[in-house]
């Protein structure tokens, strides 16, 4: 049962709804026209943007805006519920369309600029087979290069280490400890590139001996090779620069037995199996004995040829038993320990071995001569 006061809210309440009925239909119309409207609107300015669109990115962005959940047809699809019932399927049907059609512009546009984008990379990327190929060339060891790991594979068969020193040298290493003081001749300014007074270009390899001995590890069985440096005229036998290989051994009662033993091996294993050797004395000031090493010449087998100029011997290196005052600058018993050094020059076994008559041509890196090795 209503209370009086409830019948009476109904009844204005029915009277209302009566007027406000024809108001609503007409708005019901009215918002399904500007849903349609609206939709017109979506569908020219998407394809409008589609049209002028240039890229894949802006074609997707396209895409989010109007299709994507956020996007403006599922706006309009949630004004739908304004839309008179009967009305909502004719509506919906046309976003529906609207939406279709859109993604048929867009995939077709899609498609259309990947297809430029193939062409224009197909076209940048074209081989013209017909022209000639590039030329690869490959690189060659160095004559250099070739005779030192050849002189490492025999030392190091021997059971040699191979070290390395300093090119910038204190002259101390290069000079003073290895018993050439001022004023030897071997210290002439003229043949030294000087740094400061102290500091300078190493002449010898000879300097590395100094830093091994000084590690203090006995046995020594070393050899060190490197660059040297001296202000000498460039011509078919010298150069500013070039490569020397030092060898030092130390330990127990090594005599000059050993150094002559060694040093005819190393001469075998490199210039051939008949190679012999000669020693002639020589002064080093770092060595006592000291000689220089000739090995037969490896051309006429000693007889003598324009190579070995007439005399079956060619100069090959300097060597001897290490000075006892060398031994104690590095502080190196010689009463206990004794021990050899020599020094050969790279260049002077590679222009022989592969018969080279001018050592410019080992720094002149000509391809049309390094080629042939
Ligand atoms: N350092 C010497 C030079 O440059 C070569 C040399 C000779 C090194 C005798 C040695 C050696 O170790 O014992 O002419």
Known sequence: MHSPVQRNYAARAAHGARGAGENLERKIKRKEEQMKEKLEQIRAEALRQIASSDALDKLNEIRVNYLGKKGELTAVLKGLKD??????????????????????????SKKKMERTLREAKMKAEVIDVTLPAKKNNVGHRHPNTIALEEVERIFIGMGYEVVEGPEVEKDYYNFEALNIPDGHPAKDEQDTFYITGDILLRTQTSSTQ??????????????????????????ATHSPSFHQIEGLVIDRNITFADLKGTLA???????????KVKFRPHHFPFTEPSAEMDVSCFKCGGSGCRFCKGSG???????????????????????????FAFGVGLERIALLKYEIDDMRLLYENDIRFLKQF
């Open 83 to 108: 839309v008179a019932p009967e009305e909502r399927p004719k509506v919906g049907q046309l976003v529906n369309e609207t939406r279709e059609e859109i993604e048929k512009v867009l995939d077709a």
């Open 210 to 235: 100094v830093h091994e001995m000084e590690k203090g590890r006995i046995p020594i069985r070393m050899i060190a090779p490197g660059r040297v440096f001296r202000s000498d005229e460039v011509d």
């Open 265 to 275: 091996e190393f001469a075998r294993e490199l210039f051939g199996e008949k190679t």
């Open 313 to 339: 011997w060619i100069e090959i290196l300097g060597c001897g038993m290490v000075h006892p005052h060398v031994l104690e600058m590095s502080g190196i018993n010689p009463e206990e320990y004794t021990g």
